[in-house]
């Protein structure tokens, strides 16, 4: 299980790789504790660039329940 870290746009996300899955990383600030959550990118979401990466971070954040049965735990940081 080799994980390669492709993309980082602080504060917001970070793109991983791992034997053909894509994962984004995503920080959740919550008052003053910031914590990061994991989740495997679906085939449609493969190929977003990095704009549409961050929109699809803010999704994830403001709609987590949606998204949640994707989440991986513990999540993936470096």
């Known amino acids: 299980f080799i994980m390669k870290k492709t993309h980082k746009k602080n504060w917001d996300y970070s793109l991983y790789e791992s034997d053909g899955e894509k994962i984004i990383t995503i920080m ?5 504790i910031d914590y990061p959550r994991s989740f495997y990118l679906n085939k449609e979401e493969l190929n977003l660039d990095y704009d549409e990466l961050s929109i699809l971070a803010e999704k994830i954040r403001f709609h ?6 994707r989440e991986i735990v513990p999540p993936i940081v470096d």
């Open 28 to 32: 959740f600030c919550a008052s003053f």
């Open 64 to 69: 987590y329940e949606d998204y949640k049965e």
